[in-house]
């Protein structure tokens, strides 16, 4: 899904501007992408989030990404748009915005979706950035999921895509999942391409949910 999303942006446009989700749930996707056969020099990577610690850092969503695919592929080195979390989330914010400025509607949007609803580094009762014109990044202070420290991109700025997906696994998520169809306003909910969205579950999630 994700290379015949590319090949398309590709062929229609010259370019993929993809967005990945951090999180442990895409490190699989990563590492089958590090063997696909494709024009590496039209891939652009942004991330949806980032937490604020050292580069190197196990925890870092840039990290994880890097050692299972980035590091691997020849994706030029200007296209690779980390967000520069270790500066705290004020400044690495600011800067990402900056880097976001004249970039247009994402080809691919990938997220994931925690055990409370949060996507991206959008966390329920905190600014998820929904109203029109919201800023593109947000710093994000006090995260109820370590580290307390983060930058996410705006709810807003993650549906100007077109193309949306979510990748779901484990158990752990049955409940977010379960509240998320039954139309309770967690953060994912806030992500509203005009394509609609596409959640992938795995069959953990299939199975019907008890109450
Ligand atoms: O903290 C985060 O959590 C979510 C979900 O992560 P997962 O480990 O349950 O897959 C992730 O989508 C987000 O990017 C990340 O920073």
Known sequence: ???????????????????????????????????APTDWSAWHIYFSDERCLPPLDPERNSRMAAEVWLDRVPIPQ????????????????????????????????????????????????????????SQDTLAVYAAPKLPPQRVSLSATRLSRARQVMFVVSGESKHTAVAEWRAGKNIPARAIMPQAGVDVLVDATLLVPIAH
């Open 1 to 35: 899904m994700i290379t015949s999303s590319a090949a398309e942006a590709i062929h229609e446009r010259g370019q993929f501007h993809f967005v990945l989700a951090g999180g442990s749930t895409p490190r699989g996707i990563y590492h089958g992408l590090s063997a």
């Open 78 to 133: 200007a296209q690779l748009h980390a967000i520069r979390g270790e500066l705290g989330a004020l400044q690495a914010s600011r800067m990402y915005a900056e880097t976001l400025r004249t970039v247009g509607a994402f080809d691919l949007v990938l997220l994931g979706l925690g055990e409370d609803g949060h996507t991206a580094s959008l966390f329920p009762g905190h600014e998820w950035g929904i109203v029109p014109g």
